[in-house]
C-alpha cells in the first residue's frame, strides 16, 4: 500500500491510500493556513480508521507540482519525513510505482536520502 499526500491547495488537503496504483481510501478536507498543523493527525487517523498499520506502506506518493511554495513544502517534508522514519521509497508526482527485479518498489524520484547523513561542523572558541 502506498500513502498518498497532496497538500497542492492552499485551503485543501487530500491523503489516501492506494493499493495497485488505485486508491481505496481517500480523504479530503479543508486547512487554510492548517495543513502543517492537521497533516499528520490526519494521516495517522486515516491509518487507524481503516485498520492499516505503518508496517502495510511500501511507500510514499506525494503531489510535487502547482500550489504555493508553502504548501507544497508541507506535504513533500512530512512524506520525505515519514519515508525515512519507516525506511520506504517516496517520490514524487502521480507516475507509477513499479517493482525491481528485486521485487522491491521502485518509484521514479527519491525525494531524500535513502541512508542516515550525518553532518559536523566543527567549532573553533
Known amino acids: 500500500m502506498i500513502l498518498y499526500i497532496n497538500t497542492t491547495a492552499n485551503s485543501l488537503v487530500e491523503i489516501g491510500i492506494k493499493n495497485k496504483n488505485k486508491f481505496i481510501f481517500k480523504k479530503k478536507f479543508s486547512s487554510r493556513r492548517t495543513q502543517a498543523e492537521r497533516l499528520l493527525p ?72 535513502t541512508k542516515p547523513v550525518a553532518g559536523v561542523i566543527p567549532l573553533a572558541f
Do not use: C, M, Q, W
Open 42 to 113: 490526519s494521516i495517522a487517523k486515516l491509518l487507524k480508521d481503516n485498520k492499516i498499520k505503518l508496517s502495510d506502506l511500501k511507500g510514499v506518493e506525494v503531489a510535487n507540482h502547482g500550489g504555493s511554495f508553502t504548501s507544497l513544502r508541507i506535504g513533500v517534508v512530512t512524506a520525505n519525513g515519514l519515508a525515512y522514519a519507516l525506511s520506504i521509497p517516496a517520490r514524487g508526482g502521480e507516475g507509477e510505482a513499479r517493482k525491481t527485479k528485486s521485487g522491491k518498489l521502485s518509484f521514479d524520484l527519491v525525494l531524500g536520502p
